[in-house]
């Protein structure tokens, strides 16, 4: 969009005296920031509105994401900078003796998602809106977000994140579309005079879903998206029916807080009244609209995609049936046709904890008009499957089964198509979690490898790297990604490798600066940073990156002179509050940290940085400074991971088991340009039907590894409970279940090769390109296309040399 500097000074100005009524000069950094957020969002209203009124003038086609978490990381910048408008504002602010950088730092990161299924949301949005598709983001405005972890002698303690606190400049509160949500109650079927059977409901504790809808800006293609969050609120015309606060507690309470569990399912009935809240809000106001425009219901497969983000959504496909059999009075066949068509499903994880099933009873008490229909969803299907495929399978694939929903269950054979995040994991669905499933409907299931958008993992992330490829190759890749693998030509030209090492050096020296403000820690930006941030999880594996750096401390100690390259072991992690297991692996390191950070023995050659409270925020400050990913998932058990894919973009190299996307990364970058250990998910299928591992037998074989495991108990490392002996436990007593031991010599003769290769910096800074020019086909943009072809049959509704184009991959 076309702003000149002299315009947004003066719009600034305004805009900042309309809301203070007091100059600019006198503002605090919050007024500065919302008074420029504000002054953005009047530059997208036009955008969004538009395009608006362009989908529902050429009727297209939309898609509506539905899901319970959505992580989109601060806005000001990417809005800025997607309108083409960043460098004007700067410029402006910079005039009016302002910083941008410092104003940005004043939002709030919305962090209303765990961990990855919600950055992908959030990059799917992106990625929607810059293709130029209409892609309709539908979720719940927690009004707390993720706890905000502190550490505490070690431990992590968790606190409120309350995020609404200021305000939230993005959103707009849209009145004219609430939804009424009814919950438990009685209902009976009657016929009418029509001959229909329709529902009737008695003590239903109805609750009002209000909509608060936020622009998601397209990269500079005219296109704004909506991401509409609901908050739940008593109905203005019950208002008078509570007499105390907390009486309205049920209702306040659906909205109030996230869940705080990655991949693993807590069946609480709060949960499932968030489900059904979001789910029945989002198809009430998808039917509305093609009430207003008079469609035709069974064009609905032609004009809606719903798109369910894992289980947590599934009762969209009960939900649609019922709006479209109760009040729309179609037959049970029609509505079903139309159901099937219109819903598909993302899987993202093959952790059975992960997987949710809700007691029936629970079910039935809290939505007894859904759980009819999920009964009757599960009778035909049981009817159809019986004679074709036997006991043995229909039984193992019902929705009902031993007093529980299977909401998985449920998904597959409510929607027309089932997608993994990474070829692996989709052989692992077909092969395996989902089995049977794959018998009776082989056509329905497909892979989609996960993406990251560019724009704010590299381009806004990282501006000292997106400066060097656009003099390299020109600017043609942020519009067309596959460009980037132009950059492989410099793989030799010693210019482009240096400033590549340069432009490392000084993310890093920033990182080093930021660690020293935040955790007191001094450490040397010429030494290796090895960065492992995600969610904490056995699977995972920071307990591995643990037994490495604790064995490397004792191999320093016990020869000070040993050629290790100078590393910084670096951490951001959360763990849920319930997961016992995870916090004591996070206090073993915290713990391990002030040992070695202190130790005078050890100076540069080993430090340890677990920062607190990693999010969206903190990832941007920490990728692009990465010199190796850490990828250590014991293989077979992480779905995908997208931090592999920001890490590489970034020019780290990755040090992987063959696991999730680090496979296809492998494939792309060439295994020389990447350090691969460890078991295959073959060799951890083998171990695990033959049950010969024993762990013990390693402990007692490996002096190096017993060495390690012993300092654990040994009172080597300092304030420490029984966290040490719980993790040795859980490691040699309890046959170590993901395998960590096993894989323990290959992870450090691979992080050993890691120190070779540093010590040849212009090799290293040949393989960082070499995986900054492959990270192409990681882009959302291509993962996107590739669902609104094969699965959302979307398409671009902008001009084809307008935003992104995507050539080829
Ligand atoms: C969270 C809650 C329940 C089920 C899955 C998750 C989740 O975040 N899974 C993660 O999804 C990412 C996006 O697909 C993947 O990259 C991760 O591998 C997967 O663990």
């Known amino acids: 969009m076309e702003v000149t500097v002299k315009q947004f000074v003066k719009e600034f100005k305004q805009q900042f005296q309309s809301m203070y009524a007091y100059s600019y000069e006198e503002g605090s950094n919050e007024q500065l920031y919302n008074a420029l957020g504000l002054l953005v969002k009047n530059y997208i209203s036009s955008y969004w509105k538009e395009t608006r009124e362009k989908y529902i003038k050429n009727s297209v086609k939309q898609v509506y994401y539905f899901s319970m978490e959505f992580l989109p990381g601060r806005q000001l910048r990417s809005n800025a900078y997607n309108l083409g408008l960043l460098d004007v504002v700067k410029e402006g602010l910079s005039e009016l003796e302002l910083s941008f950088d410092q104003l940005a730092e004043a939002e709030a990161d919305p962090a209303l ?3 990855g299924l919600g ?33 505490v002698d070690g431990y992590q303690v968790e606190l409120p994140e309350n995020w609404l606190r200021y305000r939230n400049v993005w959103e707009t509160r849209n009145d004219k579309s609430t939804c009424m949500v009814r919950f438990g109650g009685n209902v ?5 005079h029509q001959g229909h059977l329709v529902p009737h409901y008695e003590n239903t504790l109805n609750v009002l879903a209000v909509p608060y809808d936020t622009p998601m800006v397209g990269y500079r293609n005219d296109t704004v998206n909506n991401l509409r969050l609901w908050s739940a609120e008593i109905p203005v015309e019950e208002e008078a029916n509570y007499h105390t606060i907390e009486e309205t507690e049920p209702i306040k309470e659906i909205t109030q807080v996230l869940y705080p569990d990655d991949s693993n399912y807590e069946g609480r009935l709060l949960r499932l009244k968030q489900e059904y809240f979001m789910v029945s809000a989002g198809v009430q106001s998808i039917i509305r609209h093609f009430r207003k425009y008079n469609v035709p219901r069974k064009n609905i497969p032609d004009k809606v995609a719903i798109h369910i983000n894992d289980t947590h959504p599934a009762l969209v496909v009960p939900e649609l049936m019922r709006i479209l059999i109760d009040e729309e009075h179609l037959s049970w066949e029609q509505a079903w046709e139309i159901t099937f068509k219109t819903c598909s499903y993302t899987n993202h994880t093959i952790l059975r904890e992960a997987l949710e099933k809700w007691p029936i009873d629970m079910m039935k008490e809290l939505l007894p008009r859904i759980y009819m229909i999920i009964e009757e969803i599960n009778n035909r299907f049981v009817e159809n499957t019986l004679p074709l495929y036997g006991e043995r399978i229909t039984w193992q694939t019902a929705i009902l089964q031993n007093g529980v929903v299977n909401m998985a269950h449920l998904a597959v054979i409510g929607s027309h198509s089932v997608n993994g995040v990474a070829k692996l994991h989709t052989d692992i669905l077909m092969n395996d979690v989902l089995k049977d499933f794959f018998e009776l409907y082989p056509e329905r299931f497909n892979n989609k490898t996960n993406g990251i958008t560019q ?10 790297l997106t400066k060097l490829i656009d003099e390299k190759i020109g600017e043609n890749w942020k519009l067309t990604p596959s460009e980037l693998k132009v950059f492989k030509g410099f793989e030799k030209d010693k210019d482009t490798l240096n400033k590549l090492t340069d432009v490392k050096l000084k993310n890093k020296k920033r990182l080093a600066d930021y660690i020293k403000e935040v955790k007191g820690i001094t450490v040397d930006p010429n030494a290796l940073f090895d960065v492992q941030i995600k969610r904490l999880h056995a699977y995972k594996r920071q307990h591995l990156n643990l037994l490495h750096i604790l064995h490397r401390y004792l191999e320093i100690k016990a020869d000070p002179s040993a050629d290790y390259v100078p590393r910084v072991f670096i951490f951001g992690a959360k763990a849920a509050p319930s997961y016992h297991y995870a916090k004591q692996i996070i206090k073993v390191i915290n713990s391990l940290a002030d040992l070695v950070n202190n130790d005078p023995d050890v100076g540069d050659k080993l430090k340890i940085v677990f920062f607190e409270n990693y999010g969206v925020s903190l990832a941007e400050k920490i990728i692009p400074a990465a010199d190796i990913s850490e990828q250590i998932s014991l293989a077979s058990m992480e779905a995908s991971g997208t931090s592999n894919m920001k890490l590489m973009a970034n020019g780290a190299l990755t040090l992987a088991t063959l696991d999730g996307a680090n496979i296809e990364i492998k494939d792309f970058v060439g295994e020389e340009n990447l350090f691969v250990f460890g078991l295959s998910s073959k060799e951890v299928y083998e171990l695990k039907a033959n049950q010969s591992y024993q762990a013990r037998e390693l402990y007692e074989s490996n002096p190096k590894l017993k060495n390690v495991l012993d300092a654990l108990t040994s009172g080597t490392i300092p304030n420490l409970q029984d966290e040490g002996y719980a993790l040795f436990d859980s490691l040699v007593n309890f046959n170590d279940e993901y395998f960590v031991l096993k894989d323990f010599a290959s992870y450090v003769e691979a992080q050993n090769k890691v120190d070779d290769l540093y010590k040849d910096q212009n090799e290293w800074a040949r393989k960082s390109l070499l995986n900054i020019a492959s990270s192409a086909p990681f882009s959302a943009d291509y993962t996107i296309q590739r669902y609104a072809d094969d699965i959302w049959k979307v398409r671009s509704c902008v001009e084809e040399d307008e935003g992104v184009h995507l050539v080829d991959e």
Do not use: T
């Open 119 to 151: 950055r992908l949301a959030s990059c799917f949005m992106d990625s929607l809106a810059s293709l130029g598709m209409a892609g309709n983001g539908n979720g719940i405005r927690y009004q707390y977000g993720l706890f905000r972890q502190k550490f």
């Open 113 to 115: 998602g765990n961990g």
């Open 455 to 464: 724009r704010r993992w590299v381009h806004l992330a990282n501006p000292e």
């Open 188 to 192: 009976w079927l009657e016929e009418n």
